[in-house]
């Protein structure tokens, strides 16, 4: 397999653009997580679904960030408008069960919001 | 603040030496997970352990948990230079039907060649 897939790896774009982070998990993987990662915050839960649904979003910071899963093998990551303190790596990643099991990470998206 | 704080938030070491990092939470928890992180990668799992274990060891890797004092240890033993990367905790602990997932502040570890 070819582990958790992320596009793009890096993302520029100026500020009140629309970014949209995508993701592709590992075949089989029923639960997908997005993470977002920068200096201040460290690693942060922002979202996660069970079989292509939110089970919890409480992590998302704004309206402004939305995510989606319309089908096992693919989800979004969607910021709009965008913030220069949106910047940050985001991560996608995957695993079979949630409680026991080990968290596939993808190579993640640096993004950069000028 | 977070559920997981690491100790220290760096380590240089010198190749061949032991590596021990710590972890604390605050509440109670289901498992608790080692990752590392390669500059600029994404993470990679290393061990877990549950909350009814004490001690896992795995290849020059040993972790213990404390769930007295909610605290967890990763211990590198003869470490490499290719150890050199950040580690984090992760604790997951379920609380009204959701599992929460959250990751510690992590240690940077450097081994010198």
């Known amino acids: 397999d070819a582990g958790v897939i992320q596009s793009p790896r890096h993302e520029v774009t100026e500020m009140g653009q629309e970014v949209t982070l995508r993701c592709k998990p590992i075949s089989g993987h029923d639960y997908l997580f997005w993470y977002r990662q920068t200096m201040m915050r460290g690693l942060e839960l922002l979202i996660y679904f069970n079989n292509n649904v939110p089970i919890d979003d409480s992590g998302m910071p704004e309206d402004r960030f939305s995510a989606k899963m319309p089908n096992a093998s693919f989800s979004t990551l969607k910021i709009q408008p965008s913030e220069p303190r949106d910047s940050a790596v985001y991560f996608c990643?995957?695993?079979?069960?949630?409680?026991?099991?080990?968290?596939?990470f993808g190579p993640g998206t640096r993004l950069t919001v000028l | 603040s977070q559920q997981g704080e690491e100790d220290p938030q760096a380590l240089s070491i010198q190749e061949g030496e032991n590596a021990t990092m710590n972890c604390s939470y605050k509440t109670s928890i289901n498992n608790l997970q080692w990752y590392r992180q390669n500059s600029g990668r994404g993470l990679v799992h290393l061990i877990l352990i549950r909350s009814n274990e004490r001690e896992k060891h795995s290849g020059r890797l040993r972790v213990t948990l404390d769930t007295s004092k909610k605290s967890s240890s990763l211990l590198i033993t003869a470490s490499r230079a290719a150890d050199t990367a950040s580690y984090f905790c992760?604790?997951?602990?379920?609380?009204?039907?959701?599992?929460?997932?959250?990751f510690g502040t992590g240690t940077r570890l450097k081994v010198l060649a």
């Open positions: 992760a604790t997951v602990r379920t609380t009204s039907g959701t599992y929460k997932y959250i």
């Open positions: 990643a995957s695993s079979f069960r949630i409680s026991t099991d080990t968290q596939y």
